[in-house]
C-alpha cells in the first residue's frame, strides 16, 4: 500500500515536469514586470493608471470597447480618481444611442458605460481583416501566463494576480520580424509572444506616440505597455486591493483565534490527564 502511494507520488511529479516541458516549447518566456499592484500590500498607483487610461484612450479605443466601465468608474476611490467634473466633461465628449432620446442619440453622462468603437461585431471584423477585436474590460482576468513546474506553486505565497498585466504587456511589446521561411498573410502580424505567432492586430504602439503630460516619464513604447496593461488590470479587477487588505486582515484574525482556541482548549482539559 505505502509503495503503491510512492510509486503514485513519483509517477504524478515526472509527468507534471515531463508535461511542463513539453509545453514550455510552445510557451515563451513571459517578461515578468515588477508592478505597483504586487504582493500583499501592493496598491495601484494613480499616476499610472492616468497614463494608462490616455494611452487607452488615444490607441486602443480605436478598435477596443471597454463594456463594463462606466465614466463616472474613472472618479471612485482606488481608480485613476479624476474629478467629478473631468468626468463629466469627458463623458460629454461622447454622443450615445439612447431610443428614450429624441433623434435616438444623446450626449454622454457619467453613468453612461463606455460605448463601442463599432456599431457591430460585423463592422468590427470588416475593419480589421476579418478579427474581432475583443472588448478589454475584463482582458486582464481572461488571460494570463505560462509557468512551468514548480514555480507557479510559488505564486500561492506571492499573492501573484499580476498575469494578466503581464500578459498584455509582453503582446503589446514582443511584434517582431517573421523568422526566415515563415509567411505572414495580409493583415497578419509577426507577434513572438501571441500564441501561434500570427495576429491580426497591428503593432499599436510605438516611441512617442502618446505625449504625457507629465514629462519626466518616458515616452516610449514599453512605458505605454506597462502603463495600459496597468490600466487594464484595474478595469479587471478594480477591488483586487481592498481583497487583499481583507484577506490579511481575516488571516491575521484567524492566526489569533487558532491561538486563543489552542489557549482555551488547554484549559478546559487541564484536568484530565
Ligand atoms: C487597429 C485596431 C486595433 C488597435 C488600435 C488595437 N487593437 Fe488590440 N486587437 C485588434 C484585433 C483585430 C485583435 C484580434 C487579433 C486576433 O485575434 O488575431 C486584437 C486583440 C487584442 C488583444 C487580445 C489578444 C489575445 O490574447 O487574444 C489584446 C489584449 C489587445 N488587442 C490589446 C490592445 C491594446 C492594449 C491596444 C492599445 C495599446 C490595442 N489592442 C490596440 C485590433 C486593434
Known sequence: MFRKTILGAVAFVAMAVGGSMAQAQDNP???????SFAGVFGTY????????????????????????????????????????????????????????????RR????????PNPFPSEQIARDSNSGAFPPDLS????????????????????????????????????????????V?????QYYNDYFAGHLIAMAPPLS??????ADESTPQTMEQYARDVSAFLQWTADPHMVDRKATGFKVILFLIVLSILMYLVKRRIWRDVH
Not at 510559488?154 to 494576480?161: C, I, L, N, P, V
Not at 498584455?168 to 514582443?174: A, D, E, P
Open 107 to 114: 450626449e454622454g453622462v457619467p453613468a453612461d458605460r463606455w
Open 29 to 35: 518566456h513571459t517578461d515578468q514586470q515588477s508592478w
Open 183 to 187: 509567411d505572414v498573410p495580409v493583415g
Open 138 to 181: 475584463l482582458m486582464a482576468k481572461a488571460r494570463g501566463i505560462h509557468m512551468d513546474f514548480p514555480w507557479w506553486i510559488f505564486t500561492y505565497f506571492t499573492a501573484y494576480q499580476e498575469a494578466g498585466a503581464d500578459y498584455i504587456y509582453n503582446l503589446l511589446t514582443r511584434y517582431t520580424e517573421a523568422p526566415e521561411g
Open 45 to 104: 498607483d494613480q499616476n499610472q493608471l492616468r497614463r494608462g487610461f490616455q494611452v487607452y484612450r488615444e490607441v486602443c479605443s480605436s478598435c477596443h470597447g471597454l463594456e463594463f466601465i462606466a465614466f463616472r468608474n474613472l472618479s471612485e476611490p482606488g481608480g485613476p480618481r479624476f474629478s467629478e467634473d473631468q468626468v463629466r466633461a469627458l463623458a460629454a465628449e461622447f454622443t450615445i444611442a439612447d431610443e428614450t432620446a429624441t433623434d435616438g
Open 207 to 212: 516611441d512617442g506616440i502618446v505625449s504625457y
